[in-house]
Each structure stands twice: as structure tokens, then as C-alpha cells.
């Protein structure tokens, strides 16, 4: 078969979280997909957060964990009840997965954290899309379910592993001769697997980039992620009011975007599908007739300016105990040590006898991080802030963006403004 005639589709976990909304994908795969195609989907609705509570509990022996696995269980039963019937074998198959995690529970907690939250939050990924493709199945779609674990392969940095390109492409081959038979293969988005053949996570919301590796490695014709916005839009609907969809970007428009912290695409997705010229679709899934946004090489003639927010950042100041100037070999250690802590620098700059970053506020890698720093430095924070990211700015969204706000930090390059500011209620009421 010619693998060009493939479309990868995605859904997250907010366009399969209730069986109606499942039975919407049913319409949309009905209604457009040409071609034969690859569903990437996420765990239904919020059922990540809530393995990872589930985790999170089990590591910290709180019997809690067995009742969190009892609510997501019901819930999955109800739903696939819903979909496919109370005597579906389906229901047997989700069982199946649960009682992993149920072995998990009961041995002493002995592995690591990011180890264990691997093992049991891609049952989540598991489960939606066992009830998924049996549903397109009921529906009458030639589809069949596959566990992505057999094709893309990571090393074992659980929770951000690497993905292996050499292997994964050497294994797509299973996903082609699948659909010489099938029309619809349904998979996970966000898991693989590590050599060992233990289960790994591409990092947060990464079935986006599954669906970029998966189109990247098939030649796709072209990728598609079905949203509950009307595309990409120049700012969050929930935080601006008057937000607008974009209809064109390119890829490199894209990719600053996403780096900057725009949620709606993971950050990873664009570099592959860009080196394969894949066009990407942004589409909504609750309007599907309505065109979203095109993504591709093409240029456009100018952008709106598009603002990204990146709530809880801290302001990481460093400074050398000796007063001595922060030179290139500091930096040199310095940033060896972000490396090493997983400490993402959002902006930064230094002066003489400091050197300031803005990171994403995560506590336990900054107190390790804090900690590795040695006698060398001090290193003060300044936390509750946030950045803002305005590509293609003006002065008057700058302003507007800025009032009544306490500026902390600014950096202006020709097409982006980065800005950190405090809320002044909150910095006068604790200063
Ligand atoms: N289910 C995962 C998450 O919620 C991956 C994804 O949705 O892309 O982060």
C-alpha cells in the first residue's frame, strides 16, 4: 500500500472524555477522513491527573491509592458500557489493565518515582483507546486497536524519554502492514517503550508529538489534531477576551510558539513533520466542517501578535560568594547543572556578579539544584510570577498586558518580547 495515503489523526483526552463525545469522533472519522489513517489518541478526560495522584499516593503508602484506582476503574466500566455494552469483552480487556496496576500496589514500594509513574499512568493511554477502536469497530469502521509500545521505541529516561529514531523507524513496518489490511489503526499517543521493554512517557501531553513521530516515520500525507478551539488562536480564550484564530502559520512560526509556551501544541511535534514537509491541521472537533489552522512552510504575510503565558515561574538569581565576575567557566557549571536537574531556562541574563534565569517553578528540582550549587554561590528566588511571551508585539498590547503589574524582568528581540511581572496587589501585601 502506498503509506503517503495515511493520515495521522489525534485526539486528546477532552475530545474522548464522555461517550458522546466518542461517538462525535465516530461522525468525524465518518464524515472526513479520505484516506486510510492512524488515530493517535490520549487517556480519556483527566485520567492522567488522576493516575498520577494514584501515584503519587502509592509512593507515599497512602491506602488512598486503591480508592483512586476504584474511581478511575468505574469510571472507565461505565463509560465502556456505555459505548459497547455491559457484556462487551472490552470490559474484560480494561479489567486486565487495572489489575497491573493492582500488582504494582501490592509490592513494597521499591522502584523509582518516575519508574512507577510510567508503569501505571500509561494504562490510561491503554484503556481509552481499547474502548475506542472497539467502538469504531460497533460503528462499522474496518479499525483495529495497537499497542504503540511494539513500534516506538525510547531510552529510559522515564517520564521525558528520548525516542531511539533509528529503531522506531526499522519497527514502523508493523504499522504498514497492518493497514494493508485495516483502514483505521487505533493507538496511544504519549507512551513507548524502552529497550528493556519497560513502559516509558514522552512527558506531559505528549500525544502530539506521537502523532509528529508516527507521521514523520510513515511519510504520512498529513496530520491532523482535532481540538475544542477553532484553531490556534493569538492568545488563551480563558485568560484574553478577544482572541482571534490564525488560519495560516508556518513551521518555524509554530515552533517559536510552542517553545514559548503556547499549550495548545506539544513543543516536539513541529521538527518532524517540518523535516518531512508533513502539513499539520489544526482542527475543531466540535465544528469539524470548519477549516482550523494550516500549518506548513508557506509563509504567510504577517502575523497578529500572538501572546503566550506561562504562569508559576521563579526568578533564579545567582551570584558568586567571592564577588568574583560570573565568567564563562561559571557558566559553563552552571548550566551543566540545569542540564543535570532538568531546570528549563526560559530567559535569562547576566551581570557582573549575577546571572538570573526564569524557570518554570518546580520545587523539588530547583532544592536539588540549590543544593549542588555549593559554598560558590548564593542563589535567591523570587517566585509567584509570570511570563509573558508576546510574538509580533506592539506598544499598546505590551501595555496592556504590563498594567497594574510589577515588572521584574523584560527582554525585546525584533519579533518577541519576553516579560516577567508580579501582580502589585500580591508583591505589596508580602513585601
Ligand atoms: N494523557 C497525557 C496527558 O494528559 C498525554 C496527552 O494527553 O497528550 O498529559
Redesign the pocket.
Known sequence: MNSNSVQVWKF??ASIATPELVGNVSNIVGKQLKTKAVIVA??KGKT?NALEKLVKAYMEEREEAYQILEEIKKEHFDYASALCGANHRVLNELNDLFVEIEWILEDPVIDPYDYIYDQIVSI??LASTKVLSQYLQLEGYNATWMDIRDVILTDNTHREAKVDWESTLKRVDKIQSKLTTFDVIVTQ??IASSSENFTTTLG?????YTAAILSYCLDAHSMHIWKDVPGILTGDPRLFKEVMKIDRLSYKEAVEMTYYGAKVI?EKTIKPIQNKNIPLYVRPFHTPDKEGTLISSEEPMGYPPVIVVNADQVLLHISTNDFSFVGEHHLGDLFALFAKHRIRVNMMRNTAISFTVCTNNRPSRIQAFEEALGKQYTLQKDSDLKLFTVRHYTEEVLQSLTKGKLVLFQERLKNTVHVVVKELVEYELRS
Open positions: 486528546g483526552g490520549s487517556a492522567t490510561g493511554e499517543g504519549y506531559r501531553e505528549g500525544s502530539d506539544h
